[in-house]
């Protein structure tokens, strides 16, 4: 069962902790797709960071618990980090709380309600505070700081770690901009399209670096819902989505193959492939 107040972050520490015993020096951390919301306390605490209240207790591992945070001590924090390059791949810039913060965003998804939602906010927000006495800094506002339940608050403020877009990440290793010298066209994918597309998104990114080589750029999609048309301002030409109309979600997933199948020969149809 789902208790959005006791998942942990602690499982990545250890992560982090198992790659740093076999040498690492540079790591690549994805924030996405978490069923946490702790701030990053409990990967942090696997660091050997201390949470502590104002009688100098340390706090349970319990999300309710960063309300009473008076407090972070980082005295035992695990030395490796500071000699280890860091490099989070983030597609999101929420802030740490608030309107548009971790709690309110992607608690619901979570398993939060309404009333867990405003207590998961006050206790991020008491969270952010310590962290601008911590850092000087205002961590809590700083984009990507509310990803994955505020890991990357964690990650920016108690590691400086740096935060980049994933999709800015994957292009500079794969190194796209030397595979399309010799391209005619360039087709990017999503799963869905709609207006949040353009914010940090796959398509956005691949049209951006394709129309520095003044390239056309058509995008595959599994549905295309409202607004997706904006993503025409940021260098995607085409949009083909690989359903239309209604349609059942498992029996779309049965037969993905051949939609997939069909909407390329309706693509290179209409392209005069």
Known sequence: ERNIYLASSFCTGQLINAALDHGCDKLIVGLGGSATNDGGMGMMKAFGAQFLDQGGAQLAPDVRALLQLARIDLQHLDSRLGKTEIVVACDVDNPL????????????????????????????ARYGDVLAKNTGRNIAA????????????AFIGLIDAVLKPGIDLVIEIVELAKSLVDVDLVITGEGRVDRQTIHGKTPVGVAKIAKSHNL???????????????????GVDEIYSVIE?????????????????QAAQKIAKSLNL
């Open 97 to 124: 709380c608030g309107e548009n913060g971790a709690a309110r965003v992607f608690g619901p998804q979570k398993g939060a309600t309404k009333e867990d939602i405003k207590v998961l906010d006050q206790a991020l």
């Open 142 to 153: 700083e984009p990507g700081a509310g990803a994955a339940g505020g890991l990357g608050a």
């Open 216 to 234: 056309p750029v058509i995008c595959i999609a599994g549905s295309v819902e409202d607004g997706a048309d904006i993503i025409h301002q940021f």
């Open 245 to 261: 109309g209604d349609y059942d979600l498992t029996e779309v997933l049965i037969d993905a193959g051949h939609k997939m199948t």
